[in-house]
């Protein structure tokens, strides 16, 4: 494994945090989105982020700079032709992820791994489009990317066993602990038992059995979690968990998962959470307020 330069597609939450943890580590990245502002918004907030480093003597001024030039940031997918590994993190949506894909098995030499972020899309159905699905993978890193230690590692049926090892390899240089599961399942561990708690947490909500407040403290105090429900389902943005609670629905057929139409009333309204600044809870007031929703 000689991995140095790392392609990041898509430059939202995810994305971001996978380009800033790369830099950290010393490598190089290309990130790329569809958007010139997010790009530049993505940049500026991962310097943001190593600023408040430098303020509480952390770091060096030199440093950051350092670590931001490694990251270069395009709009032009081509760019991958001359990386070592390509993860993608574009919006939570099959189509999409089968377009860029298909579009990446032309641009990426053959013994490249392409590796999706995805939460719930199928992995085999991510590679489908591929002339070679056996070097498409999950590589399913937890938010903020950074900070959070596991990254789950999901072959799809087709995947070669060396690839996934590859791809676990990286994980660990990248400091964090890889989980690899032993088959392919919508969503892998965490995020499919994640689910089926958040998806209630909504649900309580819409019956009205506790305010968003009350949800959010009763399962932090209740069952000692860092954080409520709601507040992550914010935090991970109402959409992306929307499309990851649907796909769990339709492709496991199962009631557990059936999404909340409030959510879908959200996405609409524009309350996609922390990243529009409304989403259960209104964060342009400090401190957020829970948000009307009716
Ligand atoms: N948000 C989370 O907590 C979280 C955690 C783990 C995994 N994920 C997964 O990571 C992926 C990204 O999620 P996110 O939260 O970063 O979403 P996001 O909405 O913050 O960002 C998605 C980005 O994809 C870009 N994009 C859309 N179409 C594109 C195209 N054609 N070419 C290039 N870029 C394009 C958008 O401009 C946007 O910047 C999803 O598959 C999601 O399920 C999300």
């Known amino acids: 494994m000689d991995i140095k330069k790392v392609f990041v597609l898509g430059a939202g939450i995810m994305g971001s945090g996978i ?4 830099a950290q580590q010393g490598l190089n990245v290309v990130l790329v989105d569809i958007d010139e502002g997010i790009l530049k918004k993505s940049l500026a907030g ?24 490694r990251i270069k940031i395009s709009t032009d997918k081509n760019e991958a032709a001359s990386c070592d590994f390509v993860i993608e993190a574009v919006t939570e949506n099959i189509n999409l992820k089968q377009k860029l894909f298909k579009e990446l098995d032309e641009i990426v030499p ?4 392409l590796a999706t ?3 719930a899309c199928s992995i085999s159905e991510v590679a489908s489009v591929t002339k070679d699905p056996s070097r ?25 066993p060396e690839v996934a090892a590859t791809t676990k390899e990286f994980v660990e240089s990248l400091g964090k ?33 506790g305010t968003a407040a009350d949800i959010d403290k009763a399962m932090k105090m209740g069952s000692n979690l860092p954080m409520g429900p709601l507040a992550l389902i914010d935090m991970i943005g109402i959409d992306t968990h929307l499309a990851k609670t649907r796909n769990l629905y339709v492709k496991l057929g199962d009631a557990r998962y059936r999404p909340c139409y409030l959510l879908e009333k959200m996405v609409h309204a524009g309350y996609l959470g922390r ?3 409304k989403g259960f809870y209104d964060y342009t007031q400090d401190p957020p307020v829970p948000t009307v929703l009716k």
Do not use: Q, Y
Not at 47 to 59: P, T, Y
């Open 19 to 22: 380009a800033h943890l790369c």
């Open 177 to 209: 602990e890889p989980v690899v599961t032993a088959k392919e399942g919508i969503a892998g561990i965490a995020s499919r038992v994640l689910a089926g708690m958040l998806n209630e947490a909504v649900w309580v909500l819409e019956e009205g059995i």
């Open 46 to 69: 991962i310097e943001g982020i190593l600023n408040k480093k430098v303020a509480k003597g952390k770091m060096t001024e030199d440093a950051v700079k350092e670590m931001v030039g």
């Open 136 to 160: 498409v993978v999950g590589m399913h890193f937890f938010n903020p990317a950074v900070v959070m230690k596991l990254v789950e590692i999901m072959p799809g049926l087709a995947t070669k």
């Open 117 to 119: 972020n995805t939460t």
């Open 110 to 113: 053959d013994e490249i791994i």
């Open 275 to 277: 990243k529009a600044g």
